[in-house]
T-cell receptor
Framework: DAGVIQSPRHEVTEMGQEVTLRCKPI?????LFWYRQTMMRGLELLIY????????DSGMPEDRFSAKMPNASFSTLKIQPSEPRDSAVYFC????????????FGPGTRLTVL | GENVEQHPSTLSVQEGDSAVIKCTYSDSASNYFPWYKQELGKRPQLIIDIRSNVGEKKDQRIAVTLNKTAKHFSLHITETQPEDSAVYFC?????????FGKGMKLTVNP
């Protein structure tokens, strides 16, 4: 199994630009989670999906952030427009709901907004 | 909502010593408590977990204990090695939503 796949691994953009982060969960996993990690705030859950349906988006910081999961094997997190304070590492994780509670993390996307 | 506190925030030990990381949680309904290890520049990886129907779990040099009454759980690492140096996160959940502590940076000095 390839594990959770995220792209790009690094993204540098200028303030005001649109940023799209991508995630492919582990095959057969039906829950997908987006996290943001910063030194100041640690690991924060932004949003999660069950069977492609958004369940809890209470962690999404503001309307500039949006997430979609059009099918079981792909999800995107979009920031538009991006701001310097969005600079962080964004992790995607997946889990098989019918099995153990373990969430498996992807390698992350390091986002820098100049 | 759930709140997870983790302490200490940093710990430095000599190789071969034991290390203990403590976490408290606020929601008595939480029933799943994983521990993740994150090396510099890498993803968090699960190292051990415990469910609320168990008080202790051990896997080689690591063990986790849970006190539901006091709402705290701890990670114990024995015979520490330099490769144990990393940031360790505790988390708590009652459904699918994990709430993480702020992490503890462990340094094991050779």
């Amino acid at each position: 199994d390839a594990g959770v796949i995220q792209s790009p691994r690094h993204e540098v953009t200028e303030m005001g630009q649109e940023v799209t982060l991508r995630c492919k969960p582990i095959s057969g996993h039906n829950s997908l989670f987006w996290y943001r990690q910063t030194m100041m705030r640690g690991l924060e859950l932004l949003i999660y999906f069950n069977n492609n349906v958004p369940i809890d988006d209470s962690g999404m910081p503001e309307d500039r952030f949006s997430a979609k999961m059009p099918n079981a094997s792909f999800s995107t997190l979009k920031i538009q427009p991006s701001e310097p304070r969005d600079s962080a590492v964004y992790f995607c994780a997946s889990r098989q709901t019918s099995a153990a509670d373990t969430q498996y993390f992807g390698p992350g996307t390091r986002l820098t907004v100049l | 909502g759930e709140n997870v506190e983790q302490h200490p925030s940093t710990l430095s030990v000599q190789e071969g010593d034991s290390a203990v990381i403590k976490c408290t949680y606020s929601d008595s309904a939480s029933n799943y408590f994983p521990w993740y290890k994150q090396e510099l520049g890498k993803r968090p990886q699960l190292i051990i977990d415990i469910r609320s129907n168990v008080g202790e779990k051990k896997d080689q040099r690591i063990a986790v204990t849970l006190n539901k009454t006091a709402k705290h759980f701890s990670l114990h690492i024995t015979e520490t090695q330099p490769e144990d140096s990393a940031v360790y996160f505790c988390a708590a959940s009652k459904a699918e939503k994990l709430v993480f502590g702020k992490g503890m940076k462990l340094t094991v000095n050779p």
